[in-house]
């Protein structure tokens, strides 16, 4: 197993950040042509991962509806931090902080409006770790 | 690492589709016997794949219960085919576009009730790829 | 592939039940110093696998998020059991009944913050299986 950590800015508003910039690089390093599964996880307990398309609106869309299911509200038992941080501590029940995606021949096997990105509703958190593993088949 | 694509026909209702027939076809061929995980994918990003029971009514609760918390109406920034469909490509950010299942003895050891389904609120596209990937352990 | 099957007891109240004891006891026999990736998976239709922080009222927090987004009522299609059981067989639609995180030099690399959680709201079935398996990298 081929693995690695990146370090990603997500700032101190929600964000989901597009990861393909990174994978690309790990992958076509860590596969060099073989088939595999990449498994990406944030080592984080107030971030997911999820797969979707970025760059049409769906990535404010998913926030907008977190923010819906997972108000960021006094109504939360753990409680520190920004005001409402205790959903951010839920938000992995939700979208869990791992994804295992198919490589084939070096590349990872996405469809083609689908991305690789970091789902962080926590404000007071700018930098996050991102774990890359290249399982070979 | 074993690997194919199925198309599944989704027709132009949400739907979720149980894949069992395909899944128990793919890894008696490509697992023979062995042990190891089985990796099933949708690389479409208005679908995600669900392991839930059939038969009884659940199919069309979670498909209401999607309903409810991601409304087809016209909130949405990404807008565009049908009305409301902004939120299907929010959809696999709550039902992921991939599951990964124990192989033992080249079988899916899945509990009783538990089936490999894909999930489609896409009323758009009726057809949809499926990769199915088995990686011995 | 090591893997094994563990008992755990959820009770008959809806649980969020920490995994670490059993999951490190598991690693550290079948991981043996080695890299890789462990999956962990419940084959049961009304369950799923979380990582989140326990023991600051995070766990007590999704079950009231569940409690929202999925109620406990009348509403649902799939009816037997307890009254709204039918909301834990859409449970695995959201929890997903498994996760995979990376294994390094035979130790699970969870962050400091993150635990393996059972999530059952399940209160008809008070033993729970978990299956462990271990894929070398």
Redesign the interface.
Known sequence: ???TVVEIVTGRRPAVVDLGREVDAFVSEAARGL???L?V?????TAGV????TG???D???L???DR??PADQ?????HGSPGH??D??L???????????V?GGRV??????SLCL?DTNVDNPVRQV?L?F???
């Open positions: 197993m081929h693995t088939d595999g599964l498994h996880f944030v080592p984080h307990a999820a797969v979707i398309e049409a609106g769906s404010a869309d998913l907008a509806a977190l299911l997972l109504r939360w038992v753990h409680r205790g959903r501590h839920v992995p029940g939700l979208v869990a902080p791992f994804v295992v995606v198919p084939l096997a996405l469809g083609t409006w689908q789902v774990r593993s399982l070979p088949g």
